[in-house]
Nanobody, 124 residues
Framework: QVQLVESGGGLVQAGGSLRLSCAAS????????MGWFRQAPGKERLFVAA????????YYADSVKGRFTISRGNARNTVYLQMNSLKPEDTAVYYC?????????????????WGQGTQVTVSS
């Protein structure tokens, strides 16, 4: 079984920054593409950013492009989401996701493993 553990969420003022981390563990996991999704209260879970298995390709939702950066750690089983210029509308539970394949996707249904989520709250 693969486990994904997120950390780094919290409360920040608008314009501030946060860095989310997600570590994957489990003997069956070999590094695949990873991504971040978020879900605001009463809304569906939405794609935020994704990165290929090699880390060479990334993709962002239009709403975060230019403000968020996704990256992988050297061990390839860790993914980060650097969030700058945060806005109140970024408030949500952020989920880390991983898939066995090397290519990234924006659909949540393409991901095989999920973290428990970490709350990000941006105050105005």
């Amino acid at each position: 079984q693969v486990q994904l553990v997120e950390s780094g969420g919290g409360l920040v003022q608008a314009g501030g920054s946060l860095r989310l981390s997600c570590a994957a563990s489990g003997r069956t996991f070999s590094s695949g593409a990873m991504g971040w999704f978020r879900q605001a209260p009463g809304k569906e879970r939405l794609f935020v950013a994704a990165i290929s298995a090699s880390g060479g390709m990334t993709y962002y939702a239009d709403s975060v492009k230019g403000r968020f950066t996704i990256s992988r750690g050297n061990a390839r089983n860790t993914v980060y989401l650097q969030m700058n210029s945060l806005k109140p509308e970024d408030t949500a539970v952020y989920y880390c996701a991983a898939r066995r394949g090397s290519s990234y996707y924006t659909s949540e249904y393409e991901y095989d493993y999920w973290g428990q989520g970490t709350q990000v709250t941006v105050s105005s």
